[in-house]
């Protein structure tokens, strides 16, 4: 299931606009924050006008955040200053990488003026950007939503696995503070900054692999059980 996420929408018109681009290439989930709707955006909607009217409506990102068990960010600027410590998608891998994925994933886009900030894009599981042109590379919003839905509609329909549930975000976390716990019982690095990168780039790799609940606890159960152990020869030493 695949929502579009619009982050305080500044034109209301945009927020018509991309209603109708997904009605285009079927999609129906449309969550926005803090958006100002005004007539114009209906009237922009045209044939979408109950995407408009179904959408589910915000206050603050954390709230759009917690609806996702895999959440993506967009951004036109790959760069890393502007996103640390990891390389965007380019769309047609985020259809790879999402393909028959059967949990919730929230495809999030920012503002007009300056997109999702960096505090946001942190939050998320990993980034996807189309590849623009230098001379010109913003694209308005309804356009970016149009190329990336392109790109998603082209997937093949094939048999999902039902058995298997997606890890929620809960589970990732409980992953991600196994492995911050082993890192501390091991003191390594020593250095404790060092060791928060090694979490945070542990936390990005969780978020991109698309795991189902079964795989998390998997790997849950053994990082405890060497922490656990470590910390048992620890206290034998003293």
């Not at 393909?99 to 599981?125: A, H, M, Q, T, W």
Request: proline fraction near 6%.
């Amino acid at each position: 299931m695949i929502s579009v996420v619009l982050v305080e929408p500044e034109g209301p018109a945009n927020i018509g606009m991309v209603a109708r681009t997904m009605k285009n290439f079927g999609f129906s989930r449309l969550v926005l924050v803090n958006p100002n709707i005004t007539e114009e955006s209906y009237s922009y909607a045209v044939h979408a006008v109950d995407v408009l009217e179904d959408a589910l409506i915000l206050e603050s990102f954390e709230e759009a955040l917690e609806l996702f068990d895999l959440s993506v960010g967009t951004t036109g600027k790959p760069g890393k200053s502007y996103i640390p410590e990891r390389a965007p998608l380019m769309p047609w891998e985020l259809r790879e990488t999402i393909r028959d994925y059967p949990g919730r994933v929230g495809l999030f886009f920012g503002r007009e003026s300056i997109g999702l900030k960096n505090e946001e894009l942190e939050r998320l599981d990993f980034t996807v950007t189309i590849p623009t042109s230098e001379a010109y590379p913003v694209m308005n919003i309804a356009q970016s939503v149009a190329v990336i839905l392109y790109e998603l509609a082209k997937r093949k329909p094939e048999a999902k696995v039902h058995s298997l549930e997606p890890a929620t975000r809960g589970e990732k976390d409980e992953l991600v503070n196994a492995w911050e716990k082993l890192l501390e019982v091991l003191n390594y690095p020593k250095d404790a900054e060092r060791r928060a990168i090694f979490v945070k780039i542990f936390r990005r790799f969780v978020g991109r692999a698309a795991l189902y609940g079964r795989e998390v606890h998997t790997l849950i159960g053994p990082l405890r059980k060497a922490a656990m152990e470590l910390e048992e020869c620890r206290n034998a030493e003293r």
